[in-house]
DNA sequence: CTAATTGATAACCCATAGGCATTAAATAGT
DNA sequence: ACTATTTAATGCCTATGGGTTATCAATTAG
């Protein structure tokens, strides 16, 4: 007494069930007859309850045995298939990556990686979130997000960055403005204009780009206008509210009514980088990391 | 090496993963807390998985430990089950059948079924739970419990989900108010009182249809308070701090200071529906589904 | 910097799963 | 009827490994 069931009872016992038959069911489980009928026994003193029928000469199961035979199958099967996904899991094949991007990250790199992965690997579940950098650095220090698309030159020690795109800078510009694709020779012709960005602390990176832009032009900039929304920037510009400057890539996906002039001949690029936690655990990482810098 | 998942470890797991303290899952064991460290570190060398992360001063689940203890529940939960239906069919009994109600279901519709189950299967014993809404999907889900009673209008694919019993809804208001039944005349002339209703998140359904009640009538209801209980909701009622909006059926069985007016002329129901998981094993359960759907 | 608390290791002990030998009962063959 | 054969159960023994205590190393709190 004050034994305990386990899962070798339940080997043991479908094996019993299948053959009928002791001696044969032992040597199908590499153990002697002996041993197989005492811990047989012992299951039925655990469950207190009769399993089998023996007169000696045959073995049958009670009805009390003949449930618990499709019973202890069904967790038995249960458990094998709770193993194979385990195996998934680990690997990283299947899973939950949570996705963090600045909204004007949506143009190219995160729905492509969405693509590539839902392609490689279709068990796994992504979620995505909009988010300001800061935001996205701090859910991913916490544990909340797995990756994020910032603007960003330095994050934390904890967290890895890599650059995954790379992108010119325009110039947008009411559709009434004098200066046109042909009429444009360089930034010192926009000394005068006022501007609107995107928030310095919304995207410091960025913000930082735009002045040395203005800086290397000989001139700094009047800033009429903040905004986080790409979409509140390009209505301002509409309305002849002032003049901006974006990464170029943003200008897709918009219908309005103002032209951009793509400043071919700046050194200053837009980049777009990845971060993810370093000692993150998630097994899925791994994969989302590689398929977005191993591009092929 | 060469060694056999045994559901000792299942039960040790349980419990670290419940805890995620080593030595405070080894007292509540009852074994040692290096014999626990060894039998998880062994668990996880048998599934090649590293099920916990431990730094010295935290121990936490891994994505893959985490699956693994939804269906180690699971598993141990059936277990369980059959282990009381082995003993049933063995006393000659059919089976065990336990069911899970909100507190605004025992009015009718779960005692009734009780009732005609013990007249026609004097062999099938029950257990009751009083449970809400999403507790009641989780333990159905988890094989906990066998049937449930929600007011719920979607559950998970894996459950299946029937309409018992449709109710109208009726005001609760306290004895001194104003209004009484010959002198209401619709919603609009509660459109400043200021509500008390239950939680939300407690039962969403109930929810969305008090407020659907209060837009059909032209206005949005302030809510006051919100609870879980009816009989906290009729004692604020009681005390004048606001009115509420109930299921008719829930007027039985208290004896409070309060009046109702039933809303007969609104097209809102209350509704209550079973639930049970499509895959359920316990052979009794077709018998008490029947009997509920199968009204003679 | 000390004190306290965590999980992991090391060395040991003993409970028990499983082995071998044997027995008792049932059947089959002559 | 009497072996010969085969069944599951029993008795005894061994050794694997689960669980113990003592201790360590790392981390945090004061």
Known sequence: MGYQLELRHFNYFIAVAEELHYRKAAERLFISQPGLSRQIKQMEEILEAQLFIRNKK???????????????????????????????????SSGALRIGFLGSAMQKVVPNLLVRLRDRFPNIET??????????????????????FVRLARVPKELAIKPVFEDSFSVVLPKNHVLSQSSFKGMKQLK??????????YSPLYF??????????????????RSVHAQTIFTLVENNLGIAIIPTSLQNGFDLNVKFIELKKIKQRAQLSVIWKKDNRNPVLEHGVNLLLNQS
Request: one cysteine or more.
């Open 58 to 92: 045959k073995v049958s199961l009670t009805p009390a045995g003949s449930y618990l035979k499709g019973e202890v199958e069904f967790i038995l099967n249960h458990l094998e298939l709770t193993k194979k996904q385990l195996k998934l899991i680990k690997e990283g």
């Open 192 to 201: 005068d204009e006022s501007f609107i960005l995107f928030s310095q602390d």
């Open 127 to 148: 979620s995505l979130d909009e988010l300001s950098n800061h935001a996205q650095v701090n859910a991913v220090l916490k544990d909340k997000l797995d990756l994020g």
């Open 208 to 225: 930082d780009k735009v002045m040395s832009i203005c800086e290397d032009a000989g001139f700094t900039p009047k800033v009429s206008h």
